[in-house]
Every structure is written in C-alpha cells, then in structure tokens.
C-alpha cells in the first residue's frame, strides 16, 4: 500500500502534505506564533492533501464500479433496483398513506355522525317522556321513567333516567331566579346510574328548549381508592393525571314539558360504553380503542362513587386491544362543561377503522393544534417528489445499464445464429473486460470445439442408459409383488428423486405368523446412496433370520455398517415385528422419522392419529463402538386389532415441498391418515399422494419418497404368508399391492 502510494504523484502530495502539516503543527507547539510564511506553507499542504485524496476517492469508486458491475447478475439486480423495486416501494407508500390520511378522515366523520345521532336519540327520549309525564297529571311519574329505561336499556345498556324539579320560568335563566325551596334530590329516577351521582337540578344556564350534548366525565383507575366523576356536578379544576384517572364520555339530553313554567325536567343518559362502542363499529366500521384524552381542558372531577374499578359498563382500552390490525387515528369530539354550560373542549377518542364504502363525501375535522391530517398530507407529497425524482434517475440509470447488457447479448444472437447455420468460424468482438466479455470468450472457444460437445452430448446419453438400467436394478431389489398374509393388508410405494436413490423398504416373512416390516432411508441420492442401499438388503436379509427383536436387529446392524460407510454418510431405519397370533407390533427406530399410527374406529368418529418417535440414533456414525447406540435405541410394542393402520415413511413425503419451500408435515400427513383411515390400505396411499402432488404443485421433487401402510384386517383365521414376486409391471398395477414406483 506504502509502495503504491509513492508510486503516483497524488499520492507523493498527500504523503509531502500530510509532512508539512505535521511539522507546521509542531512548530505552532514548540514557538507558539509562526511567521505568515508557514501559515501559507500550511495552506498550500491542505490543498494537496485534498487534490491526492479526491484522486483516490475518484480511482476508488471506479475500481468499486469495475468490481461491483463485472457480473450480469449484479447488474440485472441493480437494474431491478433502481427501475422496478425502489418506485413499487415509493408507488405503495404513496397510495398507503393516501388511503390512511382518506379513511383516517372519512371514519372520524362518521363516528361524529354516530354521536349526533345518539344525542338526538336522547334527546327525542327525553321529550316524549316529559310528554308522557304531563298527560299522566305528574302521576305514576316512578312508573313511568321505569318503563321507559328497561325499554332503552335492551338498545343502551347503562342507559338511565332522573326526574328533577324545576323552580324557576323559562323565560328566565340565573339563580336569582330560584325559589327558596330548591330540592336537593331529583324527583324520581330509573336505570343504575353508575356512571355519575343523578342531576338533582336543571342548572342556570338551561332554557326551557332543553339540552343534548356530550359531557365527559372521569373514572379513578385504582382499586376504588379515588373515583373522578363527569363535568356534571363538581367545580374541582383538576384532572388527578398522577391518581390514573382515565376520561369517559356520555350523551345527556334534558327537555321540559309543554308549560311556560314546568315543574320538573326529564334528563336520560346514555354512557358510552362497551354496548355503543360496539354499535358504533357496526355502523360505521370504526373501533373505539381506549380512553377518551381531553385536549386543552380539563374536567372536573365528581365526588366519589360507591362502584368497582374497571365496571364492565364502561369503555375500557383493554375491550378491543390487539383485536384488529387496522390503522389507528382519532375522532375529535366536542363536549358541554354540565355546570356552566361552556362548550369546546374536545375529548381525542382512539379507534381503529377499516376500509368500508367510499362515499360521495368526505371530511376531516380541523381542531385548535390538531395536525394529524395535516402531517399525512405533508408527508403524502413529499414522498410523491421524493418519488418523481427518484423515478428519473432510476430511468437514466436502467437505460444506462441496459445499453450496456443488451449490446453484447446482440453479438452473441448474432454469433449463434451464425452458428446455428453451420459457420463455426465467426468470432465475437470483445470489447469489455467484464462478465459479458468473458462469455464471448467462451463463445468463441465453444465454436472453435464443436465437435468435442459433440462427443460430450453422447458420452451423456450413454451415461443415462446406464443410469437408467441402475434404476431397474434398484428396483429390482425392492418387493415385487402383494406380501400375502390374512390378516394383514400391505401396500407400499416408492419414487427415487434421481434415476436411483437411497430409500429400501422390505417385507421379511419370518414363520407362519410373524413378518418383518422395514423402511430405510440412507443419507444422499444418485449411485453412492443406491450401492449402500443394495449392501442394506442383504445385510438385513441375513440378520432377520437370526435375530427375532428388532432393537437386537439394528443393533447388530449398527455395529456391521459402521465398517463399510464413509464418514459423511449415515442410514436411519425403521424395523417392525408383526406378530399375528399375539396380535402385536414390535419395533424400533434408529433415528428415522416418526411412524403414525391409527387405531381402529370406535362407531362413527374418526381416532386420532399417532405420531410415535421412540429414541434412537442413526446407523453408521462412527462415535465409538455402538455403545451410544445401544444405549439410546429404544423398542416398543404397540397391541393390534382389526382396523389399526400404521404408516411407515421417508422424509421425502413429510418434507415435500411446494413453491414456497413450505413443507407438506408430519401434522398434515397425519390429520390425512386420520380422516381416511378407515378406508383400505391402498385407497389411502393414492389419498395421500393425491394430496402431495397437489401441495407440491410444479415444485421439482428433492428426495426419496418412500411409503408403507399396514392395515389390519380380520385376525380370525391364521396361515402362512406367501410372499410372491410378479414380475408382470401391469399385473403390480392391477393388484395395488406393494408397488415399487
């Protein structure tokens, strides 16, 4: 790097100027004032050093540039970058906050509407219900109210009704204007008022066309320690924020009878709760949230009330949280101040909304030091700019880049057609030192041996003959034809990945009433995994006549194969025992996948499945002396009856996979197993290959898949099995028995 440095005249400038510096710096220590002179000895230094390093940083760059671009692929990426990728991002967040700040708008319309609709609910209850009192003579008053809440109740839960005197004329407002007597309780009440203490009067500043509004009053969060009630009777200025007083809403109407001076007022609440938040959703697809919060204004608190903290009646913010993924904005909603009267206040409700109708109109409400939408639309338009802007560089950089690509793949059409023609003369120009002029390279020196691709091609197809009469060697060695044994039913298939593969599986008749069951799986594919199958079926013919347990079995087998396999290679088995007359199933497993197993119908319902994976480890691994082995491998016994079904399997059919690298499972194969398994044996394996197939779709298949089932039949009548080879491909296909492709 020293070396290269000093090389290049920019490079001697940095390294004399960086000199320069260092010594003018040592001097300013050493005499503290230097002369003019080393000060423009100082300046001239800065100027080289920074002329050197803009050298570099422009050499550097181009060299990144060479190392960066040289392959296609790269270039391709970038090209998909800057034309497709980046303005699909900027094009969905553009629209993305387009549609958040229009339906952010148009849902908080609606819950405005929403709440002008309930107080002109109430306040249409309240009024027919001041009628209803006057034409009963102010008798019954008790009753009445009563009747008219449990009829609002089954609407409004919560809903609630008092009756307050009134002493005063409605031509006059104010308290000069009270009698002496002014009640101190109202005068009939209905509902459970548990939100807020009833009025026990019509305050001040209410003429007799009454009242509708929204009051907003205050619930202590702590275990009933403190509770803050609505704007409706205390002139506390406080909000108690450090007691966790979280704001609640209700809507409150008053009307009076038809009198120039009534005697009493009708005042119906209605306390937006749970009930009406969920009213609210259905009819205009906004979720309230939480807690409404008070902006710029406080409420005043009540005196305490004798309730628990968190009344299932009100609004909590733990009602609908995490129950939608919708976006999150706020309905601005203005409030009365019930002791004087003042108006607003705006109380910030949160909600949630989803995308609904877009209607003709919409609109946002705009309140003192509420930006909300205003921020969205700013950010909504600098992101289309910053979009624009971003679109024509793209433009100019992908022109660029694909000039560049589409350039040399021109010659090299040209050059195949020629070759195409038969003139293996034609060379390609080369003109770049990068990928492409590489490839043109190749180009070249392809045409120039033709002839030896030639003999390659046919090297290959003899290759695939070879390949393809392994494939009938292999399977050769798999069963041939139905294991015929009363009792049991018997279907199996396999399918290799390549041309020849690393699954086995067997049928092992031992006596009259015993067989042997096996699966294998050795790791890998192609000839390798084929040669250690074909060593497997012989090792385990010989052993099945010695040793009667399967854990013995895979023991002896461990210790017999570890010799032979390659240390990257290993071989994972499943062995079964099926003993008809005991009416049992022995087996061990030596870390194969698991084996499902499901029992016999009990009347109608389906049995579950069972997915069984005793411990076991893998044969061939060359740990120690098969100790580890036998002391992890572990041998079951599972009881038979008459319509048990056990399903025997590779990691080919649990991790097939479709487009999406999703695997098919072991859940899914047994829930399938589950739902047919009262079906025959054979059915059942063309149900679960059915489903594969249409899981996997178009995706290449990456492994051995390999299966058996067993289905236990009528276990009466015993004879000896008859294993049978049919050598006829279309009789196997007829039979549906244990078919090795």
Same mark, same amino acid.
């Given at each position: 790097?020293?070396?290269?440095?000093?090389?290049?005249?920019?490079g001697?400038?940095?390294v004399?100027?960086?000199?320069?510096?260092?010594?003018?710096?040592?001097?300013?220590?050493?005499?503290?004032?230097?002369?003019?002179?080393?000060?423009?000895?100082?300046?001239?230094?800065?100027?080289?050093?920074?002329?050197?390093?803009?050298?570099?940083?422009?050499?550097?760059?181009?060299?990144?540039?060479?190392?960066?671009?040289?392959?296609?692929?790269?270039?391709?990426?970038?090209s998909?970058?800057?034309i497709?990728?980046?303005?699909?991002i900027?094009?969905?967040?553009?629209?993305?906050?387009?549609?958040?700040?229009?339906?952010?708008?148009?849902?908080?319309?609606?819950?405005?509407?929403?709440?002008?609709?309930?107080?002109?609910?109430?306040?249409?209850v309240?009024?027919?219900?001041?009628?209803?009192?006057?034409?009963?003579?102010?008798r019954?008053?008790?009753?009445?109210?009563?009747?008219?809440?449990?009829?609002?109740?089954?609407?409004?839960?919560?809903?609630?009704?008092?009756?307050?005197?009134?002493? &005063?004329?409605c031509?006059?407002?104010?308290?000069a !204007?009270? $009698? %002496? /007597?002014? =009640?101190?309780? @109202?005068?009939?009440? +209905?509902?459970?008022?548990?939100?807020?203490?009833?009025?026990?009067?019509?305050?001040?500043?209410?003429?007799?066309?009454?009242?509708?509004?929204?009051?907003?009053?205050?619930?202590?969060?702590?275990?009933?320690?403190?509770?803050?009630?609505?704007?409706?009777?205390?002139?506390?200025?406080?909000?108690?924020?450090?007691?966790?007083?979280?704001?609640?809403?209700?809507?409150?109407?008053?009307?009076?009878?038809?009198?120039r001076q009534?005697?009493y007022?009708?005042?119906?609440?209605?306390?937006?709760?749970?009930?009406?938040?969920?009213?609210?959703?259905?009819?205009?697809?906004?979720?309230?949230?939480?807690?409404?919060?008070?902006?710029?204004?406080?409420?005043?608190?009540?005196?305490?009330?004798?309730?628990? &903290?968190?009344?299932p009646?009100?609004?909590?913010? !733990?009602? $609908? %949280? /995490?129950? =939608?993924?919708? @976006?999150?904005?706020? +309905?601005?909603?203005?409030y009365?101040?019930?002791?004087?009267?003042?108006?607003?206040?705006?109380?910030?409700?949160?909600?949630?909304?989803?995308?609904?109708?877009?209607?003709?109109?919409i609109?946002?409400?705009s309140?003192?030091?509420?930006?909300?939408?205003?921020?969205?639309?700013?950010?909504?338009v600098?992101?289309?700019?910053?979009?624009?802007?971003?679109?024509?560089?793209?433009?100019?950089?992908?022109?660029?880049l694909?000039?560049?690509i589409?350039?040399?793949?021109?010659?090299?059409?040209?050059?195949?057609?020629?070759?195409?023609?038969?003139?293996?003369?034609?060379?390609?120009?080369?003109?770049?030192?990068?990928?492409?002029?590489?490839?043109?390279e190749?180009?070249?020196?392809?045409?120039?041996?033709?002839?030896?691709?030639?003999?390659?091609?046919?090297?290959?197809?003899?290759?695939?003959?070879?390949?393809?009469?392994?494939?009938?060697?292999?399977?050769?060695?798999?069963?041939?034809?139905?294991?015929?044994?009363?009792?049991?039913?018997v279907?199996a298939?396999?399918?290799?990945?390549?041309?020849?593969?690393?699954?086995?599986?067997?049928?092992?008749?031992?006596?009259?009433?015993?067989?042997?069951?096996?699966?294998?799986?050795?790791?890998?594919?192609?000839?390798?995994?084929?040669?250690?199958?074909?060593?497997?079926?012989?090792?385990?013919?010989?052993?099945?006549?010695?040793?009667?347990?399967?854990?013995?079995?895979?023991?002896?087998?461990?210790r017999?194969?570890?010799?032979?396999?390659?240390?990257?290679?290993?071989?994972?088995?499943?062995?079964a025992?099926?003993?008809?007359h005991?009416?049992?199933?022995?087996?061990?497993?030596?870390?194969?996948?698991?084996?499902?197993?499901?029992?016999?119908?009990?009347?109608d319902?389906?049995?579950?499945?069972?997915?069984?994976?005793?411990?076991?480890?893998?044969?061939?691994?060359?740990?120690?002396?098969?100790?580890?082995?036998?002391?992890?491998?572990?041998?079951?016994?599972?009881?038979?009856?008459?319509?048990?079904?056990?399903?025997?399997?590779?990691?080919?059919i649990?991790?097939?996979?479709?487009?999406?690298?999703?695997?098919?499972?072991?859940?899914?194969?047994?829930?399938?197993?589950?739902?047919?398994?009262?079906?025959?044996?054979?059915?059942?394996?063309?149900?679960v290959?059915?489903?594969?197939?249409?899981?996997?779709?178009?995706?290449?298949?990456?492994?051995?898949?390999?299966?058996?089932?067993?289905?236990?039949?009528?276990?009466?009548?015993?004879?000896?099995?008859?294993?049978?080879?049919?050598?006829?491909?279309?009789?196997?296909r007829?039979?549906?028995?244990a078919?090795p492709?």
């Amino acid at each position: 790097m020293k070396r290269a440095l000093l090389r290049t005249l920019p490079g001697r400038a940095i390294v004399i100027g960086l000199t320069i510096k260092v010594a003018v710096q040592l001097l300013r220590l050493a005499a503290g004032v230097v002369p003019a002179a080393v000060d423009v000895f100082d300046t001239v230094a800065s100027i080289a050093v920074l002329v050197g390093g803009g050298y570099f940083v422009v050499r550097g760059m181009a060299f990144l540039k060479r190392r960066l671009l040289w392959r296609v692929r790269r270039k391709l990426i970038i090209s998909y970058i800057f034309i497709g990728f980046v303005p699909a991002i900027l094009i969905v967040a553009f629209f993305l906050l387009g549609g958040v700040l229009l339906f952010s708008n148009f849902s908080s319309y609606l819950v405005q509407m929403r709440f002008r609709a309930l107080t002109e609910r109430a306040s249409s209850v309240a009024s027919t219900t001041a009628v209803e009192i006057q034409r009963a003579g102010g008798r019954d008053m008790a009753a009445i109210v009563s009747r008219r809440e449990a009829a609002l109740a089954s609407e409004f839960p919560g809903a609630s009704f008092a009756v307050v005197p009134m002493n &005063r004329p409605c031509a006059t407002a104010g308290a000069a !204007a009270r $009698s %002496a /007597g002014a =009640s101190a309780s @109202p005068m009939a009440t +209905a509902g459970a008022w548990s939100h807020v203490d009833p009025p026990t009067d019509v305050p001040d500043w209410i003429t007799c066309e009454g009242f509708a509004g929204l009051l907003a009053y205050e619930r202590e969060d702590e275990n009933g320690s403190r509770a803050a009630s609505d704007s409706a009777g205390s002139d506390a200025p406080d909000i108690a924020a450090s007691f966790g007083v979280n704001t609640h809403a209700l809507v409150r109407a008053m009307a009076f009878p038809e009198s120039r001076q009534p005697e009493y007022a009708v005042v119906v609440d209605l306390v937006i709760n749970d009930s009406v938040t969920q009213q609210v959703r259905r009819d205009t697809g906004a979720e309230l949230t939480g807690m409404l919060r008070l902006v710029g204004a406080n409420v005043p608190r009540l005196p305490p009330l004798l309730r628990r &903290r968190n009344d299932p009646d009100e609004t909590t913010a !733990a009602a $609908s %949280a /995490g129950s =939608s993924l919708a @976006p999150v904005s706020y +309905a601005h909603l203005e409030y009365f101040d019930w002791t004087t009267g003042d108006r607003g206040g705006v109380l910030r409700a949160p909600m949630r909304f989803g995308v609904g109708e877009i209607y003709q109109r919409i609109s946002s409400p705009s309140f003192s030091g509420q930006n909300f939408g205003r921020n969205l639309f700013l950010l909504l338009v600098v992101i289309g700019v910053l979009f624009l802007i971003i679109q024509g560089a793209a433009l100019v950089t992908g022109l660029a880049l694909a000039r560049s690509i589409t350039g040399a793949v021109h010659e090299l059409f040209d050059g195949t057609e020629r070759v195409r023609q038969g003139d293996f003369t034609h060379k390609i120009a080369v003109v770049e030192q990068d990928q492409l002029g590489e490839l043109s390279e190749s180009f070249n020196s392809m045409t120039a041996s033709i002839e030896d691709l030639l003999i390659q091609a046919a090297e290959k197809k003899r290759l695939e003959e070879e390949l393809r009469i392994a494939h009938e060697i292999q399977m050769s060695l798999l069963p041939q034809g139905p294991l015929r044994m009363p009792g049991l039913s018997v279907t199996a298939l396999c399918v290799p990945a390549r041309e020849v593969g690393g699954d086995y599986y067997d049928f092992l008749p031992l006596d009259d009433h015993r067989v042997g069951v096996l699966i294998a799986d050795v790791s890998g594919k192609g000839t390798s995994a084929a040669l250690y199958m074909a060593e497997l079926k012989g090792l385990i013919l010989s052993l099945s006549r010695i040793h009667s347990s399967p854990r013995e079995l895979l023991i002896m087998a461990n210790r017999i194969i570890a010799k032979h396999l390659d240390a990257r290679s290993f071989i994972t088995m499943t062995y079964a025992v099926i003993d008809l007359h005991a009416r049992i199933m022995t087996y061990a497993r030596a870390g194969h996948t698991p084996l499902i197993y499901v029992p016999a119908r009990n009347g109608d319902a389906p049995s579950a499945a069972q997915i069984l994976a005793p411990d076991g480890l893998v044969l061939g691994l060359k740990l120690d002396e098969g100790q580890m082995f036998e002391r992890i491998l572990e041998e079951e016994t599972i009881p038979l009856r008459t319509g048990d079904l056990c399903l025997f399997f590779t990691d080919g059919i649990s991790e097939a996979m479709d487009a999406g690298d999703d695997c098919f499972g072991e859940e899914r194969l047994g829930r399938l197993v589950e739902e047919h398994g009262h079906l025959p044996a054979d059915q059942v394996r063309e149900r679960v290959l059915r489903e594969i197939a249409a899981f996997v779709g178009d995706a290449p298949q990456h492994d051995d898949m390999t299966m058996i089932l067993l289905k236990v039949e009528d276990l009466g009548v015993q004879h000896a099995p008859q294993y049978t080879i049919n050598t006829s491909a279309a009789a196997l296909r007829m039979s549906g028995q244990a078919t090795p492709s």
